[in-house]
């Protein structure tokens, strides 16, 4: 008869990156709610489109996505900083 998975250390090691990226996750998700709220209030205030905010806000999409990704079991490796920042090209 096997052991259950939770007897291994790397499942305590996961679930210990796991609540930390949760955290992260949501401090992202913050951030990415305020980037939108400042985009809106630039983008009635004026014609301009702030570039460097955009390119921000979509390599942050792709963060958030590799957040979870490895909180729903889909990859094993872990996000930023355990690999380089996610560098979205942004079409336009």
Known sequence: MSKPGYTKQSFWIRLI???LYWIIFNVALSI???LILLMTVIR???Q????SIVRFQFN???FISEIMSFLTFKTEDKPY???AW???K???
């Open 17 to 19: 990156f796991m609540v």
């Open 32 to 34: 990415f709610g305020f």
């Open 44 to 46: 009635f205030g004026s």
């Open 48 to 51: 301009h489109k702030p570039e």
């Open 60 to 62: 942050l999409t792709e």
């Open 81 to 83: 900083p355990f690999k």
């Open 86 to 88: 996610p560098q979205v």
């Open 90 to 92: 942004q079409d336009d």
